[in-house]
T-cell receptor, first 112, second 114 residues
Framework: DAKTTQPTSMDCAEGRAANLPCNHS???????VYWYRQIHSQGPQYIIH???NNETNEMASLIITEDRKSSTLILPHATLRDTAVYYC?????????????FGQGTTLQVKP | DSGVTQTPKHLITATGQRVTLRCSPR?????VYWYQQSLDQGLQFLIQ???????AKGNILERFSAQQFPDLHSELNLSSLELGDSALYFC?????????????FGPGTRLTVL
């Protein structure tokens, strides 16, 4: 699975959009980009995943660049409850295992 | 609530002891994963089971073992415990073994080894 690079920490004002970048320059064509988050020692929570098209769900949007070497997770209207560690993970699409390899993630602090 | 349950929530024990952590996956999920989260190592994948059989192994110590039972619940056994085994242990489940599916994580078991 390709390696990912994320900023260690970011701040965001409550009510504003939070844009979390992830670099995965060695991603291969059969690898998905996944985002999970972990709120203060709770179990990680799935947010969204994508292969090459932009994706949106009720939680967030995922923007993947055309060359697929980077992506951005967008939380459109961040709230204090969005304060968490956000993990960007790249994983082979048709793998026979769903194991997730977590990096250090980005600690997002949403401030009032 | 992810639908994944883990017991116990907290466990305090002494070095050299053995403990068993239990996980019940979401209804309908066939695959169970175990992860360890310690302060210095972050979240690490330990082992995966799918429909009762081991599917993938990560950085799991030989002192640790796991199994998945016919009713699909799983147990992680930790023996000869050391101080460094103190960590949060998460179980996750998914419908299938691989592919682009999301995993649902339980609330974790916090293990403290004294």
């Amino acid at each position: 699975d390709a390696k990912t690079t994320q900023p260690t920490s970011m701040d965001c004002a409550e009510g504003r959009a939070a844009n979390l970048p992830c670099n995965h320059s060695t991603i291969s064509g059969n690898e998905y980009v996944y985002w999970y988050r972990q709120i203060h020692s709770q179990g990680p929570q799935y947010i969204i995943h994508g292969l090459k098209n932009n994706e949106t769900n009720e939680m967030a949007s995922l923007i993947i660049t055309e060359d697929r070497k980077s992506s951005t997770l967008i939380l459109p209207h961040a709230t204090l409850r969005d304060t968490a560690v956000y993990y960007c993970i790249v994983r082979v699409a048709r793998s026979n295992t769903g194991k997730l390899i977590f990096g250090q993630g980005t600690t997002l602090q949403v401030k009032p | 609530d992810s639908g994944v349950t883990q017991t116990p929530k907290h466990l305090i024990t002494a070095t050299g002891q053995r403990v068993t952590l239990r996980c019940s996956p979401r209804s309908g999920d066939l695959s169970v994963y175990w992860y360890q989260q310690s302060l210095d190592q972050g979240l690490q994948f330990l082992i995966q089971y799918y429909n009762g059989e081991e599917r993938a192994k990560g950085n799991i110590l030989e002192r640790f073992s796991a199994q998945q039972f016919p009713d699909l619940h799983s147990e992680l056994n930790l023996s000869s415990l050391e101080l460094g085994d103190s960590a949060l242990y998460f179980c996750a489940s998914s419908v299938v073994a691989g592919g682009p599916v999301e995993q649902f994580f339980g609330p974790g078991t916090r293990l403290t080894v004294l």
